[in-house]
T-cell receptor
């Protein structure tokens, strides 16, 4: 059983650089979520896709952040002009909406450090 | 989504049952109770969920009170590997509503030998 995978697992970058993260959901899952988690806090919702459509974006997702899910399969999250405050764990989750429930399964996360 | 209240930390002896409480007094009729846990530096792991009936799976049991205002997650025989942060989350799931998870601070469960 292949779970949610994320790449890279760790990323160190300098302030002002652009970074891109990839998430591969569980096969056949039609929903994909991005969350961000800072040290000592629970994950916070960033955005969500159903198939290829991005249906919701949190106000946490500034203009420097963009997410895509072409063809409704993998997703990418890009951060432009990174800031030190972007340092966090970026988590991806996927789910299959079936009946009345929508259970999300998380990947291992990408830890971003902005110097 | 309804908010939840959990104790910040709990201890449990290895081999004993761990009972983690959660209050969700403002839960509405179409909201589910989900439990996730997060072991240090890993992504959250789904444990169990329920609407109003008690649920059991290979990992845990979920007991929801009749008025649905609180619930308890039970790990029947805790091991050291169960040491983690446990999150109780109320979710408006299903239909056209997406299941955005709103994580609180959770309960840090420490299982000791």
């Amino acid at each position: 059983d292949t779970g949610v995978s994320q790449d890279p697992r760790h990323k160190i970058t300098k302030r002002g650089q652009n970074v891109t993260f990839r998430c591969d959901p569980i096969s056949e899952h039609n929903r994909l979520y991005w969350y961000r988690q800072t040290l000592g806090q629970g994950p916070e919702f960033l955005t969500y896709f159903q198939n290829e459509a991005q249906l919701e974006k949190s106000r946490l997702l500034s203009d420097r952040f963009s997410a895509e899910r072409p063809k409704g399969s993998f997703s990418t999250l890009e951060i432009q002009r990174t800031e030190q405050g972007d340092s966090a764990m970026y988590l991806c989750a996927s789910s299959l909406l079936a009946g009345a429930t929508d259970t999300q399964y998380f990947g291992p996360g990408t830890r971003l450090t902005v110097l | 989504d309804a908010k939840t209240t959990q104790p910040p930390s709990m201890d449990c002896a290895e081999g004993r049952a761990a009972n983690l409480p959660c209050n969700h007094s403002t839960i509405s009729g179409n909201e589910y109770v989900y439990w996730y846990r997060q072991i240090h530096s890993q992504g959250p792991q789904y444990i169990i969920h329920g609407l109003k009936n008690n649920e059991t799976n290979e990992m845990a049991s979920l007991i929801i009170t009749e008025d649905r205002k609180s619930s308890t997650l039970i790990l029947p025989h805790a091991t050291l590997r169960d040491t983690a942060v446990y999150y109780c989350i109320v979710v408006n799931a299903g239909g056209t509503s997406y299941g955005k998870l709103t994580f609180g601070q959770g309960t840090i469960l420490t299982v000791h030998p």
